[in-house]
């Protein structure tokens, strides 16, 4: 199975501030990662898919990039809406597996 | 507006079985791949089963292997999840979710808000 690996696990910003979330994947996995926005109590948001196109109606302050083994996130200026919990995921190959995920809270 | 919708989540005992079920609205049933995930706060979120758009290719996780069968109903626009000999370590909130393919492989784009499953005695 493939282990994406998040980092950080967790992450204290405050609003305006530019915030990058890493995801490493254990094996190549192409440009085949999405990445997800998740409040309490909600489920799951895609935000980025194929490693960098945005996902229909997600704000151009979150972009992404990367391929083969190392991903990134990034908020470009944190909004009160964004302090969630993110996700990267691979559709590369079965089983389809998650990072254990960032949570960014307020400073 | 796309829209999924689940059901059919219950307290069940060790061993028995329970279909969830998915109600899809606001785009073309028929032409995307669905998906089932799951999430528990010990193990995070899982991908559970995945079904093409005609159902003629069905993949699971390994740990429901032989005990799980997803389907669709592309006349009544509607998912389904067979859970057979269920398991402790069943216990989650399940959501069904539709798709976006880019380059061949299917994101999970449209959640439902998710149906909880128990799994006691």
């Known amino acids: 199975d493939i282990q994406l690996t998040q980092s950080p696990s967790f992450l204290s910003a405050s609003v305006g501030d530019r915030v990058t979330i890493t995801c490493r994947a254990s094996?190549?996995?192409?440009?085949?990662l999405g990445w997800f926005q998740q409040k309490p109590g909600k489920a799951p948001e895609l935000l980025i898919y194929a490693a960098f196109t945005l996902q229909s109606g997600v704000p151009s302050r979150f972009s992404g990039s990367g391929s083969g083994t190392e991903f990134t996130l990034t908020i470009s200026s944190l909004q009160p809406e964004d302090f969630a919990t993110y996700y990267c995921q691979q559709v590369n190959d079965f089983p389809l597996t998650f990072g254990g995920g960032t949570k960014v809270e307020i400073k | 507006e796309v829209q999924v919708l689940e059901s059919g989540g219950d307290l069940v005992q060790p061993g028995g079985s329970l279909r969830l079920s998915c109600a899809a609205s606001?785009?073309?049933?028929?032409?995307?791949?669905m998906k089932w995930f799951r999430q528990t706060p010990g193990r995070g979120l899982e991908w559970v089963s995945s079904i093409t758009p005609r159902g003629d290719k069905t993949y699971y996780a390994d740990s429901v292997k032989g005990r799980f069968t997803i389907s669709r109903d592309n006349s009544n626009n509607r998912l389904y999840l067979q859970m057979n000999s269920l398991r402790a370590e069943d216990t989650a909130l399940y959501f069904c979710?539709?798709?976006?393919?880019?380059?061949?492989?299917?994101?999970?784009?449209?959640w439902g808000q998710g149906t909880l499953v128990t799994v006691s005695s």
């Open positions: 979710t539709s798709t976006q393919c880019s380059g061949g492989k299917c994101y999970p784009a449209y």
């Open positions: 606001g785009f073309t049933f028929s032409g995307y791949t």
């Open positions: 094996q190549g996995i192409s440009r085949y």
